[in-house]
């Protein structure tokens, strides 16, 4: 099982989005059966199998062992990854291209970024699979706390500064064997413990 998996494909993402299924593949952190998910969940042992079905169809959900019970089988399933992220790639008609309208002080600008992070390393996370490689990433996450909004500004710029400075100096356009990386950097105000949900 993955930490995180990115589901890239539509009919993949219109599957995990259903609630009965999501609660599926919440109750699926640890190996269960239909049965034993139906006691859980409270429906009827063929009505989660038929959600079963559907989820592993996707790639959602994976066998992990088939027990026998008397003259049943019983088929312990278990999600593939903890958590999932939809890509915008599942929408590639609509989805976001920050080369639309780049606007470094615009948070739907940021958002479109963002949708392109998650469909960029969810494309590289499933070739690395196929290749059985890992992708070389790095990323920061941390939190400061400004004391104006001229500081926020001040911080914004000189950060700007900093990041153009090391890509002057570490960018090589003529390196034979080089590979170009993106770098995405965003600032924007935390989101207070509660509130991720929309219920804070």
Known sequence: MF????????????????????????????????TMLAARVDLPRQ???????ALEKHGLVELVEERRKGNVTERMMRATAASYVISPSALA??????????????????????????????????????AKKRVATFALDG???FASAADRAAFAEE??????????KYHDEKAENGRAHRVVLAVHPSVPMGE???RG
């Open 47 to 53: 009505k989660v199998n038929y959600h079963l079905r």
């Open 93 to 130: 008609a609509v989805q976001p291209d920050p080369a639309q309208s780049p606007d470094r002080l615009s948070a739907r600008w940021l958002l479109a970024v963002a949708g392109r992070l998650v469909r960029d390393v969810g494309i590289l996370i499933t070739g690395a699979a196929k």
């Open 3 to 34: 930490p995180v998996a990115v589901i890239e494909d539509a009919a993949a993402a219109e599957v995990s989005l259903d609630p009965v299924r999501a609660r599926l593949l919440a109750e699926l952190a640890q190996p269960a059966s239909a």
């Open 143 to 145: 939190e400061v706390r």
């Open 159 to 168: 950060l700007a500064t900093a990041v153009t400075a090391l890509v002057g």
């Open 196 to 198: 991720e949900d929309g």
